[in-house]
């Protein structure tokens, strides 16, 4: 085997590994990366094993994943009641919880955001807690989208390549 082959497998590995890390930690890009990791792949092979088609269907598995995880973040915080001030707190507190506490701070530090987001607001407790929820419920959604998308994306790859 070709020692520029190994090191070619070797990095879209990386690339997918620490894409699937990223799907749970929101500092790093996750399915852009593993979709990057495909893309180099393809373009050192001059696209030998993966067709033009394909390399589109990963773009637009990429967009779709990027624009749901969106999307289930906020519905799930706007469903459960969180208003603007909840949102934008849950945010500074997923990613103070992440530093704070790693994978437990994911979690905990949007909850504690959004309450403390509602609670300035005026809202009740109980109605922050209920938004503070629905952060979580939205992340976990979005979280096990992108997984099943992103191990979808690793699948297709091996089989075209392998």
Do not use: C
């Not at 949102?87 to 103070?96: H, L, S, V």
């Amino acid at each position: 085997m070709d020692w520029k082959y190994i090191i070619l497998t070797g990095t879209t590995i990386i690339f997918f590994t620490v894409g699937l890390m990223g799907i749970a930690l929101p500092f790093l890009p996750g399915i852009p990366l593993i979709w990057l990791g495909i893309v180099i792949y393809g373009a050192f092979t001059s696209f030998a094993r993966l067709s033009f088609l394909i390399i589109v269907v990963f773009t637009v598995l990429m967009l779709f994943t990027v624009i749901v995880d969106y999307l289930a973040n906020l519905y799930g915080a706007k469903k459960f009641g969180a208003g603007k001030l909840g949102i934008f707190f849950a945010i500074i507190g997923m990613m103070t919880g992440v530093v704070a506490a790693g994978l437990v701070g994911l979690i905990i530090g949007p909850l504690i955001g959004a309450i403390i987001g509602e609670l300035l607001s005026g809202k009740s407790h109980r109605q922050a807690l209920r938004a503070g929820l629905g952060t979580i419920v939205g992340f976990l959604g979005g979280t096990i989208i992108k997984f099943i998308i992103g191990l979808v994306m690793i699948g297709i790859f091996i089989w075209q390549v392998f």
